[in-house]
């Protein structure tokens, strides 16, 4: 990521924050933004040329999305678009960020959300049929988030509704685990934390829970939302990752350093 796309990145969060009055239709209409924009690559490269003035840049956000948006939604994309982004690529990341933020933002519970996203991509990665629906480059977008709406009914907020219906709708070439767990870190993050994962071989107690939670909130100086996921074959110990850190002190992992040891 350049350096302008992690100032512009900023930028539109604080614009976010600053905005007084952020619902679900807000978040659903960045989702929808982000769709146009990624099926089109005219529309993306004007959004992205630098040399194309902040006021034309507006216009033409007016213009292609007047119709289907309220003004909440464009003034957010008209402070995207006119922002610097390394790459076209990093223009339609800013997007999904903000449109990320924005759900978070809406229902004020983003723990929540983030739990649900974590639990959510459990399942999928249980069940083989369901991911390769999810995942096919064959099915029709549309047919995805209807999907993802009618497994979800009455099971999850509306926010994690609207996250989950987006992503599969618009993957950008990742994988259905890689989609989750980068929103989860975006959701979490607006509220000022951190995703943590734990895997452990039996589950752990709420104590135990709340003790890693705090050892961890004070090593990374912010508040942590954990997920825990239970392995067996981890056989004992923890493995914890937070963001790209790895805390593998699981009896696997050292077992496995050992055999490498012996064998030479």
Do not use: C
Not at 37 to 54: E, K, N, T
Not at 185 to 193: I, P
Not at 225 to 246: K, S, Y
Request: proline share 2%.
């Amino acid at each position: 990521m350049g350096s302008a796309t992690r100032e512009a990145l900023a930028a539109s969060k604080q614009v976010l924050d600053a905005t007084g009055s952020v619902d679900l239709t807000v978040a659903a209409e960045l989702f929808q933004v982000g769709r146009i924009v990624g099926d089109s690559l005219q529309l993306r490269s004007l959004l992205h040329d630098s040399a194309i003035p902040a006021a034309t840049k507006s216009a033409i956000v007016e213009r292609v999305f007047g119709a289907g948006t309220g003004e909440t939604t464009r003034s957010l994309v008209t402070a995207l678009v006119t922002s610097r982004w390394s790459t076209a690529e990093d223009l339609l990341e800013g997007i999904e960020d903000l449109a990320l933020r924005a759900s978070a933002v809406a229902t004020g519970d983003q723990a929540s959300i983030a739990s649900e996203l974590f639990a959510f991509g459990r399942v999928v990665s249980s069940d083989a049929q369901l991911e390769l629906a999810l995942g096919t480059k064959l099915g029709r977008p549309e047919a995805k988030g209807v999907l993802v709406s009618r497994l979800l009914d009455d099971k999850a907020s509306p926010a994690t509704v609207t996250i989950l219906s987006a992503l599969v709708q618009q993957p950008r070439g990742r994988r259905i685990g890689e989609l989750l767990r980068h929103a989860a870190r975006v959701v979490a993050d607006q509220k000022g934390q951190t995703v943590a994962t734990v895997t452990s071989a039996t589950p752990l107690g709420e104590q135990q829970l709340e003790r890693l939670r705090s050892a961890l909130s004070a090593s990374y100086g912010r508040n942590l939302t954990i997920n825990e996921v239970v392995d067996r074959a981890v056989i004992g110990g923890l493995r914890i990752q937070v963001a790209d850190d790895v805390i593998d002190g699981s009896i696997s992992t050292r077992l496995g350093e050992l055999r490498r040891q012996l064998a030479g």
